[in-house]
């Protein structure tokens, strides 16, 4: 059992070590044998010496922590703002001294400050690597194959497209959707196999109340149709009650795609399709 004063060399001994740059297991190799309560309690208040804070993903989290706590918010609080379990908290802050006590209001207001001040931040380096791997994924892809594009069309139209039930056997080609950029794929899947642009047929789906000049001049722009292939548009009735958020400038509806006579392309979909998800085996089995 060591005397008060044995420990109090110690306690300087193992704070010199410290501020010399030694790390908790040099300190400890160079003082003998002590538990790490006991040297986290020489230690504390002590800073760590830098080349000992190592580059992680949690830094600017860490970072914010300690920013929090400056300004004299709990655990629990920073653990809140933070979305952070108050165990990483603690490990980040607790060599910083403990701030007076404030009333709920005053906290309240610095967890919601610190908050939005973290976020204003984060937002932006979420949205960096949102952007970055999404262009990673898109250089996987690459340059695509017309087989690759017969087999994601394929499952495109059967994620999308009319298909013929049990109750209502109607083999032809009818697909709609209100992405202007799956609109284009599905264009260019049909030139793929070998449908002509003459043989398609376009026709808006679109609330009564949206631009429907604007709309049919930004479809035939985007499919280069001629203004006799589209058809009389399907008008959606207006619904008072009813809270909309496709509204403004840029809802344009839905646009519906015929092909003529498209019986066979309808088979030789349903078969890339099932050889797709099924495999060639499974496939024909089921045919």
Not at 69 to 98: F, H, M, N
Request: with cysteine; glycine share 6%.
């Amino acid at each position: 059992m060591r005397t008060k004063e044995e420990l109090d060399r110690l306690r300087e001994r193992a704070i010199a070590l410290r501020l010399e740059g030694k790390s908790r297991r040099e300190i400890k190799a160079i003082l003998g044998p002590m538990s790490n309560s006991t040297l986290n309690d020489f230690l504390r208040g002590v800073p760590p010496p830098e080349w000992t804070r190592r580059a992680r993903a949690k830094d600017e989290l860490r970072a914010a922590a300690r920013d929090l706590r400056a300004q004299g918010l709990d655990y629990e609080d920073i653990a809140a703002a933070l979305c952070v379990s108050k165990s990483s908290v603690s490990l980040w802050v607790r060599d910083l001294p403990t701030p007076p006590r404030l009333s709920y209001e005053e906290n309240r207001k610095r967890s919601a400050g610190g908050a939005r001040r973290y976020w204003e931040v984060e937002r932006a380096v979420r949205e960096a690597r949102r952007v970055a791997l999404i262009a990673r994924a898109s250089a996987e892809i690459g340059a695509m194959a017309d087989r690759e594009i017969l087999i994601a069309g394929a499952v495109a139209y059967w994620c999308e497209g009319a298909k013929s039930k049990p109750y209502r056997h109607v083999e032809r080609v009818v697909f709609i959707n209100s992405d202007p950029a799956l609109i284009g794929f599905f264009l260019r899947f049909l030139d793929t196999a070998g449908i002509p642009r003459d043989d398609l047929i376009f026709r808006m789906h679109i609330h009564e109340t949206a631009d429907m000049e604007a709309a049919h001049r930004f479809w035939q722009d985007l499919t280069g149709a001629q203004p006799n292939q589209f058809r009389r548009p399907v008008l959606k009735r207006h619904k008072p009650k009813t809270v909309r958020k496709n509204v403004g400038e840029g809802y344009r509806g839905c646009l519906q795609i015929d092909a003529r006579r498209s019986s066979e392309l309808y088979r030789r979909i349903e078969g890339w399709a099932a050889a797709a998800m099924l495999g060639p085996a499974l496939s024909a089995r089921s045919a």
